[in-house]
């Protein structure tokens, strides 16, 4: 028996693929990454916009269409969310919901295909936002107990992986055995061993005094990805965001102080029904304000089923997009200036396939060829050298003597 687990969507989704492909090897199913050349093809769905949708459902289709076809088993948010749908599609043979899928992957150790590893140790969200339909398929925060997670993440390093990624679908919720997130990265940090700890999405309200110090760990990576979403009060309560602008700013320069030279990311969704010149104007203006390095810049898209699909998509597509791409220039232009201050400096990477390098900061490099062997998943220290422009161009793999002679 071969299987193949194709995935659609966010870092969520690719941590369960992960701990689907350890189940079906666990039940001596040989895995393939070819589907042609799979018995069963298991395709790991996402709802997150309507593109999501699309996406999913022409590689269900195109999948289907194969010969010879594959038993095809559809699973997923997507999945959840019109499963009766995917079921009359001529070729799908099984489609789960999400307790099926959590059913089958509970307690599994990830079978991670990358040079990091994927962690999954929160699911689903309670805070209601207006535009989001994940959390709906999602359901209420729930948490992998701490002792499972402290097991996993040890199985992990046992398995030679020295970067592991915490992820869930609302990581600040982490809550378990009297534990939250900054307790259980304190657990993890008492491992000892040469790792370090990256974090997946964290929202603005996690970080309390307790987060804040447990972060200046040394192995938790220099790098947070912070949703935003408007840096309009008003579009932000219209969202459901539980949080003004001001709280914002705060954050991220507590995060800065505790933890200099973070490369900080924020999401940014625009044209959100009531989001006129004059707000996006604000947003921008805000985010000149606040140091975000970089931004995750998507057009709003509605949902059904959404708080905020009532009342419907009312800004132009073509003025969303302008936007976007107003925002994403921006980012451009962040993203250089936050890299020229590493010339010539040295940072901790994981190596990765392709002679390429990905630092605790989130800068991927080229490595410059050295003649030396080194196993991707390991971590190394890099010298960084990065044009005048900003463009970062190349990393010098260095000893540890080296690093100590600088």
Same mark, same amino acid.
């Given at each position: 028996?071969?299987?193949?687990?194709?995935?659609?969507?966010?870092?969520?989704?690719?941590?369960?693929?992960?701990?689907?492909?350890?189940?079906?090897?666990?039940?001596?199913?040989?895995?393939?990454?070819?589907?042609?050349?799979? &018995?069963? *093809?298991?395709? +790991?769905?996402?709802?997150?916009?309507?593109? #999501?949708?699309?996406?999913?459902? =022409? !590689?269900?289709? @195109?999948?289907?269409?194969?010969?010879?076809?594959?038993?095809?088993?559809?699973?997923?948010?997507?999945?959840?969310?019109?499963?009766?749908?995917?079921?009359?599609?001529?070729?799908? &043979?099984? *489609?789960?919901? +999400?307790?099926?899928?959590?059913?089958?992957? #509970?307690?599994?150790?990830?079978? =991670? !295909?990358?040079? @990091?590893?994927?962690?999954?140790?929160?699911?689903?969200?309670?805070?209601?936002?207006?535009?989001?339909?994940?959390?709906?398929?999602?359901?209420?925060?729930?948490?992998?107990?701490?002792?499972? *997670?402290?097991?996993?993440?040890?199985?992990?390093?046992?398995?030679?992986?020295?970067?592991?990624?915490?992820?869930?679908?609302?990581?600040?919720?982490?809550?378990?055995?009297?534990?939250?997130?900054?307790?259980?990265?304190?657990?993890?940090?008492?491992?000892?061993?040469?790792?370090?700890?990256?974090?997946?999405?964290?929202?603005?309200?996690?970080?309390?005094?307790?987060?804040?110090?447990?972060?200046?760990?040394?192995?938790?990576?220099?790098?947070?990805?912070?949703?935003?979403?408007?840096?309009?009060?008003?579009?932000?309560?219209?969202?459901?965001?539980?949080?003004?602008?001001?709280?914002?700013?705060?954050?991220?320069?507590?995060?800065?102080?505790?933890?200099?030279?973070?490369?900080?990311?924020?999401?940014?969704?625009?044209?959100?029904?009531?989001?006129?010149?004059?707000?996006?104007?604000?947003?921008?203006?805000?985010?000149?304000?606040?140091?975000?390095?970089?931004?995750?810049?998507?057009?709003?898209?509605?949902?059904?089923?959404?708080?905020?699909?009532?009342?419907?998509?009312?800004?132009?597509?073509?003025?969303?997009?302008?936007?976007?791409?107003?925002?994403?220039?921006?980012?451009?232009?962040?993203?250089?200036?936050?890299?020229?201050?590493?010339?010539?400096?040295?940072?901790?990477?994981?190596?990765?396939?392709?002679?390429?390098?990905?630092?605790?900061?989130?800068?991927?490099?080229?490595?410059?060829?050295?003649?030396?062997?080194?196993?991707?998943?390991?971590?190394?220290?890099?010298?960084?050298?990065?044009?005048?422009?900003?463009?970062?161009?190349?990393?010098?793999?260095?000893?540890?003597?080296?690093?100590?002679?600088?």
């Amino acid at each position: 028996m071969t299987a193949a687990v194709i995935t659609v969507g966010c870092r969520l989704n690719q941590a369960e693929s992960d701990c689907l492909r350890a189940r079906l090897q666990q039940q001596g199913v040989k895995l393939v990454t070819n589907p042609r050349e799979a &018995d069963a *093809v298991y395709v +790991n769905t996402c709802t997150v916009t309507g593109n #999501a949708d699309r996406n999913s459902l =022409a !590689l269900i289709r @195109r999948l289907s269409r194969l010969q010879p076809k594959p038993r095809i088993v559809v699973l997923g948010c997507y999945a959840e969310r019109v499963g009766a749908q995917l079921t009359s599609i001529p070729g799908v &043979d099984e *489609v789960w919901n +999400n307790q099926r899928k959590q059913k089958e992957i #509970a307690g599994v150790v990830p079978m =991670a !295909l990358r040079s @990091r590893a994927l962690l999954k140790v929160q699911d689903g969200c309670d805070n209601g936002c207006s535009y989001c339909v994940v959390a709906q398929v999602r359901g209420k925060p729930v948490s992998l107990p701490a002792a499972m *997670v402290r097991e996993q993440f040890l199985e992990l390093l046992k398995q030679g992986f020295q970067e592991v990624v915490l992820t869930g679908l609302n990581l600040g919720k982490y809550q378990s055995e009297g534990y939250k997130l900054a307790g259980l990265l304190a657990m993890l940090l008492k491992i000892p061993g040469r790792f370090r700890i990256r974090l997946a999405s964290v929202e603005p309200d996690c970080f309390d005094e307790e987060f804040l110090e447990v972060i200046q760990d040394s192995r938790v990576c220099a790098h947070f990805h912070i949703p935003l979403q408007s840096g309009d009060d008003r579009i932000l309560a219209a969202m459901g965001r539980r949080y003004t602008g001001a709280y914002y700013r705060q954050v991220i320069e507590r995060l800065e102080a505790v933890k200099p030279g973070a490369n900080i990311g924020a999401d940014v969704i625009v044209g959100f029904p009531g989001e006129d010149e004059a707000s996006f104007v604000r947003t921008e203006d805000f985010l000149r304000t606040v140091p975000v390095k970089y931004l995750h810049v998507f057009p709003y898209a509605l949902r059904p089923g959404t708080r905020a699909a009532i009342w419907g998509d009312v800004v132009d597509r073509s003025i969303k997009q302008e936007r976007v791409q107003r925002l994403r220039d921006f980012s451009e232009k962040n993203r250089m200036v936050y890299y020229r201050q590493f010339d010539e400096t040295v940072r901790e990477a994981v190596l990765e396939p392709g002679g390429k390098a990905l630092t605790d900061n989130y800068m991927r490099v080229a490595i410059v060829p050295t003649g030396k062997n080194y196993r991707c998943g390991q971590l190394a220290q890099i010298k960084l050298r990065v044009e005048a422009d900003g463009r970062l161009i190349s990393g010098q793999l260095l000893d540890t003597a080296e690093k100590e002679a600088q």
